[in-house]
């Protein structure tokens, strides 16, 4: 059975050929607790409110965790933003300087998109080019689905047509 290069989780011995000297043992979970929260003044939204970000994709990258959330302020009639957030343990997190999209002036912030969109991120294992490297599947209201590209998670391109021209009725 060829499992390839990506990683597995062996939950019982269906993929395993012979066993000598490993066990499988079952460890106690553990609570762990992030200090990640939505506390600079584009974070917070009108559904959650602070603490929680709206909507986010967590994956690893690179050899660290990357976090892209969204405020889900366009809710409450406020500019959306889309932040970057990073860890190396995805317990610990950071908020890079990326300054690249003004709030209230200024650029220091982790701000990399500033639409009234939500929805997830993933990466491209095998992109048409380094510039689509990642994908962001948001919906906008209103408009419909939208495909952004990102070569490094921070800038964002919009493909200006649209995926689907309607809403999707759930996740994106």
């Given amino acids: 059975l060829h499992l390839g290069s990506r990683r597995h989780v062996f939950l019982d011995d269906a993929?395993?050929?012979?066993?000598?000297?490993?066990?499988?043992?079952?460890?106690?979970p553990e609570r762990v607790v992030t200090n990640f929260r939505v506390d600079r003044e584009w974070e917070p939204g009108a559904r959650f409110g602070p603490g929680v970000p709206d909507v986010q994709s967590v994956f690893?990258?690179?050899?660290q965790f990357?976090?892209?959330y969204s405020s889900g302020t366009m809710w409450s009639g406020k500019r959306q933003a889309t932040c970057l957030a990073l860890?190396?343990?995805g317990v610990c997190w950071t908020k890079p300087g990326v300054g690249l999209m003004p709030w209230n002036g200024r650029t220091d912030n982790n701000i990399v998109l500033m639409d009234d969109a939500q929805g997830s991120v993933l990466e491209d294992?095998?992109?048409?080019?380094?510039?689509?490297?990642?994908?962001?599947?948001?919906?906008?209201?209103?408009r419909?689905?939208?495909?952004?590209?990102?070569?490094?998670l921070r800038r964002w391109r919009r493909n200006e047509t649209l995926a689907l021209p309607f809403d999707t009725g759930g996740g994106v």
């Fill in 66 to 68: 990357a976090m892209i």
């Fill in 125 to 142: 294992p095998h992109p048409s080019t380094p510039e689509h490297r990642f994908l962001y599947v948001a919906w906008q209201m209103q």
């Fill in 144 to 152: 419909g689905v939208y495909v952004y590209t990102s070569p490094d």
């Fill in 15 to 28: 993929l395993i050929d012979k066993r000598q000297d490993v066990a499988f043992r079952v460890h106690q």
């Fill in 87 to 89: 860890s190396e343990d």
């Fill in 60 to 63: 690893r990258v690179d050899g």
